[in-house]
């Protein structure tokens, strides 16, 4: 049984993980890249930002000494590395602004609180003084929920909660563990497992953010078929405002009135920070075992997933790729789409749904294809920022989007969803591959995870900015999810507004009004 990486991955400015050296493109996307019309060169190298000169702090002295005075000196910086290590989050437009040199959105400074009570102790001072804030983990954030809104205020200041990295309690007989908001994903996994525990939560971006982000952005991780989304998993959790402690979740499940725990996870900083939560864990799997299918067809492999998402068995991990992410993913292989399936759990269990869903995907029109693709998929999961940043290099676009729907409306969705994307971008005179894949089932429907890759246009910025209105727009026309688990940031707050109509908007402000009434906390992230 292999066992997962837990790497701890720190985010670099501009680049994922370890820069030097940064990986090269395999021989055949350089080729593709070709066909698209990216010309490598042509966008020049990034701008090396220990060069750059960060915006003047302006956060008034009165307020820095009383951060300094709640945390401590040691623990508010206004080094330029800590400024610029906390500017933005990771998405492509996040990161083309930084390689260009673009460092306006720098925090004023950057404060490091060790405690709950310090972080309420912070708030209360930033409110006083007309600080924003933005609450910081591990940065990965990918539709701008870490640019605040800076009219209005008096300085910005980021809140990064990495002191707060304790497993606080185990509870071995109910199976639930608390855990601080800046353990960052492998850390917490790995305390638990050595104490036999799993947290099971595996995203992308599972390196470098922290339970604190999967908490406020509704994370979903890729074994989400087994295990749950991150939102399922959270039992109870502390928040801090300006206004003081929200302690919620006092028993697995409650008839006293609207649950308040579903207010806050996915609120994303804007209505407190996460401190901690109290999190369902389960015993560390005795067997893993991956593998995968091959499908005729996208509409193939979607009745598959649904016929074990609706019926039964379903395996941990269950994602299907679209016949363009397939080729991509098996170079060389036989064609199609392809399934990968994942099972976690004890021996025998693991071996009885393994088998009851093979049959289900046999009969279906499934081939197997062994263990190779599962196991290749497994252990490459993670790779994906950083072929980013290699596609970046070479002058190419390379983004992406994601939303869910009922079963019934996802062939529709996928369709209307890459025509947007396929025509806004050959419009601006870069066509694009869109690649598609479905990595979270459900009983009612599925998410659809969509990766473009384009040539950069004179301004990228603008050419992106184009293409994901227009496909947002298709997203809202089919009544789809504008976000299944990025989040709404900044980038999709009006296509949120749109959603929940002005009541829903309403009824939002309201909350924050209560809880944050200075309006400091994350200004303009999803409200």
Known sequence: MTEPDLSVIDQHPYRWGNPNPPPGLPEAIRAALGHLGVRPGARGPAVDLSTVQLPAAVLPEAARSALAAAVGAEHVSTAAEDRLAHTRGWSTPDLLRLRRGDVA???????????????????AVCARHRVAVVPFSGGT???GGLTPARAGFSGVVALDVRRLCRLVALDEVSRTATLQAGLRGPVAERLLNERGFT??????????????????????GQASAGYGRFDEMVVGLELATPRGTLALGHAPKSAAGPDLRHLVLGSEGALGVITSVRVRVRPVPASRVY?????PSFAAGTTALRALAQDGPLPTVLRLSDELETAVTLAGGPGGCLVVTGYEGGAAEVAARRAAASAVLAELGGTPLGPEPGEAWRSGRYQAPYLRDALLDAGALAETLETAAFWSELPALRAAVTDALTTALAEAGTPAVVLCHISHVYETGASLYFTVVCAQADDPLAQWAAAKQAATAAI??????VTHHHGVGTDHRAAHAEQVGPLGTDLLRAVKRALDPAGVLNPGVLI
Do not use: M
């Open 291 to 295: 593998e995968g299918w091959r499908f």
């Open 199 to 220: 947290l099971g939560h595996f995203p992308q971006s599972f390196q470098g953010a922290s339970i604190g982000g999967f908490a406020a952005a509704r994370s979903a």
């Open 476 to 481: 809202l026309r089919r009544g789809a999810a």
């Open 141 to 143: 954030s990918v539709v």
């Open 105 to 123: 959105d720098a925090p004023d400074a950057v404060v490091f609180p060790g405690t709950h009570d310090e972080v309420v102790d912070v708030l």
